[in-house]
């Protein structure tokens, strides 16, 4: 569970964008599935939280005490009934979202046992060269262009980090 909701800031009138962008960010762990081929699996956000119907990478809150991998084995064996084998850091971003301030630590898995599927009610994709699902979570959009690089050596142009949001864990 992508929990961007997660958060104890108050996010009625007395709290600003700006005391969210202050506040200590809460860290999720971000998982890319990828086949051999490419593909890469992206589940759809369920009804009733926030963002609902917007698409993302698996992933969740890390909880207290937690790895930032050790966060990524829990959720993706809570939410998609997989088991991560081996996974690669692959960026870190900071995104502020007006109910949240997060940083989703993304991995790229190409190894992992099982075939994912629901168990939260979220719909799942299997996505190949272009995304047919929409809408992607605003976070996730600005990557989307180098990590069809990574999967297909396609030229992303420009700078990664034009704001200083992203840093790479590798």
Request: include cysteine.
């Amino acid at each position: 569970d992508l929990a961007l909701h997660g958060s104890s800031r108050a996010t009625g009138p007395a709290s600003t964008r700006a005391d969210l962008v202050a506040a200590s960010p809460i860290d999720v762990a971000v998982g890319i599935l990828m086949r051999a081929n490419g593909d890469v699996l992206l589940a759809c956000r369920p009804e009733g939280k926030p963002y609902a119907g917007y698409w993302e990478f698996p992933g969740g809150k890390v909880e207290s005490g937690e790895s930032v991998l050790a966060a990524l084995m829990r959720e993706f064996a809570e939410e998609i009934d997989v088991q991560i084998e081996t996974a690669e850091p692959w960026c870190c971003v900071e995104h502020v979202y007006p109910h949240a301030h997060v940083r989703l630590h993304f991995f790229i898995s190409r190894q992992w046992r099982g075939e994912p599927c629901s168990l939260e009610g979220q719909s799942l994709a299997w996505q190949g060269a272009s995304f047919a699902v929409a809408p992607i979570l605003p976070a996730t959009v600005p990557l989307l262009a180098w990590l069809d690089k990574l999967r297909f050596g396609i030229e992303a142009g420009g700078d990664l980090n034009p704001a200083g949001s992203q840093r790479s864990l590798g």
